[in-house]
């Protein structure tokens, strides 16, 4: 895994030693919560709580707002709510240590910024869809959940990278 | 040597041990403080005896009685098919297949309610399940359904009718005191099948991405 | 003994410490492999660069040896460990529209926290989308909810549905896993792109 690239900001971890470094994260969000990680129960939490403020009735009468209000008295003291404060901390702080704080947007030379952007808002419109209606994204059911051996686990890890694997061939040329 | 030979020969040989030894089957305490005592605030651990009674003379077959004082005790005096687990060897490992099972309701009983609650108490921190106890234990048995105090014929018709229950039932159960053999043999028949293992049930954190 | 917070060992406060520190791991570690960058993590699927399948499935196997190892010394007791449960249904359908949003929009949800931290204005786009998909299903939680609790399983292990031990289970993963691996790096040299 020796990169002849010599450009510092993109020097990255070995992709096996991030691995067990992760694994570790993770055996230690279990040790201490009983729980694995987690991203979009993150999202979902400072929108109940926005939800909340804004218009307190509306989180009575949705099934789905007062069931999760149910079991959590204030939404905004969520452990992952604190986690994912982490993650833009610890994010920020790599970056900075290798030099890769830049405001700027990803994209393939075949494709506009403005594609790009427009792309990522739809993924993610479609990530946050699917995060609920699957219990959860990649970290939070998938890996947290391969951790455990959960059966929800294997099984939206499978759907997520089997679908994304099927569909690659009509996005390439956002990528390559 | 590539990161990833170094690697594969550390998780697979971790992976050997760890498909080699048995999988660690001790369970710890399971309930909080706060979980036991919503449970026994709302007494939900306690048959009383009528209810206890209704099921032994229909031959429930959902119930275990379960003695939890001495042998000797144990000897002089049980209830139709109760089984012997002194209170002393409750944790012994030729019991925890009757205790921790999920089969049937086992029902603790001593003379009067302390040691039968110890006993719940215990088995239910183990976060065994369907354990419970009898409500006032042997003393308030004998009350209650083997020597039942008459109602005034004044009281309403349900006292009268519960009496009748007790006298009946007092005398199905061989009322007086001594140990029907019979009903003990079929509630521990050797034949029966052997209650099924299983996990306690899982009081986890709550979960979400 | 582990889980701290289930069996009270430390309060809810430090728990929340403990989250914001974990969570900082968790940043360090997703930016320092790369998966700030939607490019690098696209290319999995095209065979240019599999830093996902390789961090992914040795963090999966790492977790699972320790939390199992743990287990064996008593240092954790895995039943109080959540465990997610199985709606076959909505977690397949859940997985394929996240499957989409991987392959259009180049992040999940926890990498795209990673790459907003380090001015990626494509990751903080992805992060707005997550919020507008996520009050989108709450808004119309009425359409789905039956497939939402569809099919419901408990929450089994996939060890236990297949009759082996979790230990057992681990062993064969992690040679799938290096299988995998192989194939990655394989996939990598006949794929290759210099400059993404």
Redesign the interface.
């Known amino acids: 895994m020796e990169s002849t690239k010599t450009d510092r900001s993109r020097r990255y971890l070995n992709p096996y030693l991030g691995g067990v470094l992760l694994g570790l994260v993770l055996i230690a969000a279990n040790y201490v919560a009983g729980r694995g990680l987690g991203a979009s129960g993150a999202v979902k939490s400072v929108i109940v709580a926005a939800t909340d403020v804004i218009a307190p009735a509306h989180v009575k009468n949705n099934a789905y707002y007062s069931e999760y209000a149910k079991q959590h008295s204030s939404p905004l003291k969520n452990w992952l709510v604190f986690q994912m404060a982490g993650v833009l901390v610890g994010g920020f702080l790599s970056g900075a240590l290798w030099g890769r704080l830049k405001l700027k947007v990803e994209h393939s030379p075949k494709i506009t910024s403005r594609k790009r952007l427009l792309m990522a808002g739809t993924g993610g419109i479609l990530f946050g869809f699917g995060s609920q209606l699957g219990r959860g994204c990649t970290s939070g059911s998938a890996l947290s959940g391969m951790a455990v051996i959960s059966v929800g686990g294997f099984i939206t890890m499978a759907a997520i990278f089997g679908t994304a694997f099927m569909l690659a061939y009509f996005f390439r040329k956002n990528w390559i | 040597m590539k990161p990833r030979v170094i690697l594969s020969i550390s998780v697979v040989s971790l992976g050997l041990l760890i498909a080699a030894v048995p999988q660690n089957t001790t369970h710890p305490y399971k309930l909080t403080a706060d979980q036991l005592l919503e449970e026994v605030k709302g007494r939900q651990q306690y048959f009383s005896p009528d209810e206890l009674a209704d099921m032994l003379v229909n031959k429930d077959p959902s119930i275990q009685l379960i003695d939890v004082r001495s042998a000797d005790e144990f000897e002089k005096f049980s209830l139709p098919g109760a089984i012997n687990i002194p209170l002393t060897d409750l944790l012994s490992d030729q019991y925890s297949d009757v205790l921790n099972q999920d089969v049937k309701m086992n029902i603790f009983y001593s003379n009067g309610t302390v040691d039968a609650n110890q006993a719940w108490l215990i088995t239910r921190q183990l976060g065994f399940e369907n354990n419970f106890v009898l409500e006032g234990g042997l003393n308030h048995w004998v009350e209650t359904i083997m020597n039942p105090e008459k109602p005034a014929a004044t009281n309403p018709n349900e006292e009268l009718a519960r009496y009748d229950f007790r006298l009946a039932a007092g005398s199905a159960l061989g009322g007086g005191g001594a140990v029907n053999a019979a009903i003990v043999a079929t509630g521990d028949q050797g034949g029966a099948p052997k209650p099924i293992v299983k996990k306690p049930a899982k009081k986890k954190a709550s979960g979400g991405c | ?8 060992i ?1 309060s809810e406060n430090t ?20 998966f ?5 993590l ?2 999995v ?2 065979g ?1 660069d ?2 996902v399948l ?35 249904p ?21 990498t ?12 903080m ?15 119309t ?2 359409l ?2 039956k ?2 609790m569809a099919g419901f ?1 408990g ?5 236990e ?1 297949l009759g082996m ?7 064969f993963l ?2 799938a ?2 299988g995998m ?2 194939v990655a ?1 394989w996939a990598e040299k006949k794929f290759p ?1 210099e400059e ?1």
């Not at chain 3, 003994?1 to 009270?8: D, F, K, T």
């Not at chain 3, 700030?36 to 690098?40: A, D, H, I, Q, V």
């Not at chain 3, 795209?112 to 990751?123: P, Q, T, V, Y």
């Not at chain 3, 929450?155 to 060890?159: A, H, N, V």
């Open positions: 003994m582990g889980p701290l917070v289930v069996n009270e430390i728990n929340f410490l403990l989250a914001f520190l974990i969570g900082i791991g968790f940043g360090l570690v997703l930016e320092s492999s790369g700030s960058s939607s490019r690098k696209a290319g699927f095209y240019y599999t830093v390789k961090v992914f499935f040795t963090a999966a196997i790492t977790a699972m040896l320790g939390l199992l190892f743990m287990s064996l010394f008593g240092w954790i007791d895995l039943d109080l460990v959540y465990v997610n449960p199985a709606y076959i909505s977690a397949i359908i859940g997985g394929v529209v996240m499957g989409g949003g991987f392959i259009i929009g180049g992040f999940c949800p926890g795209s926290f990673c790459g907003a931290a380090i001015g990626k204005l494509d990751a786009v992805f992060i707005g989308g997550l919020f507008i998909g996520v009050i989108l299903f709450s808004e939680y009425g789905w909810d497939l939402y399983q929450s089994p292990k996939l060890s549905s031990s979790d230990g057992l289970f681990a062993l992690i040679l896993a290096i691996f192989y790096e792109r993404y």
